[in-house]
């Protein structure tokens, strides 16, 4: 199932940016999550630090530990710190998100690993 949501980024140099965004998340296998995102913002608008408007997201429960390992991935090899921030802020977003409602991915430490 698509959901929606908009992220508030608050990037140097820019201010708070908000991003429509919209993501599906699946469960690969047992304590994998992958999350699909697209930003949905119309071409006109788009940042130009914002390198591409689709990635991925993948949480990780670590066995025997109330932790998540979290890995972003994009189709572009390129990256600037505005970009590596989005990322960040919006793979935490949606964890939180997804937690509230019932998918209990453990809340303790979580590491981004960027890719």
Request: hydrophobic residues 40%; charged residues 20%.
């Amino acid at each position: 199932m698509l959901k929606t949501i908009n992220v508030l980024v608050d990037l140097p140099d820019f201010g708070i940016i908000e991003l429509p965004l919209v993501y599906k998340m699946e469960e690969e296998k047992p304590g994998v999550y992958l999350v699909s995102c697209k930003i949905t913002l119309s071409a006109e608008k788009l940042p130009e630090w914002l390198l591409t408007t689709a990635f991925n997201i993948v949480y990780t429960q670590v066995r025997d530990e109330n932790a998540n390992i979290v890995s972003v991935s994009t189709d572009n090899g390129t990256t600037n710190r505005y970009h590596e921030i989005m990322l960040s802020i919006v793979s935490s977003y949606i964890k939180l998100k997804e937690d509230g409602i019932g998918l209990n991915l453990p809340q303790m430490k979580t590491t981004n690993v960027i890719t």
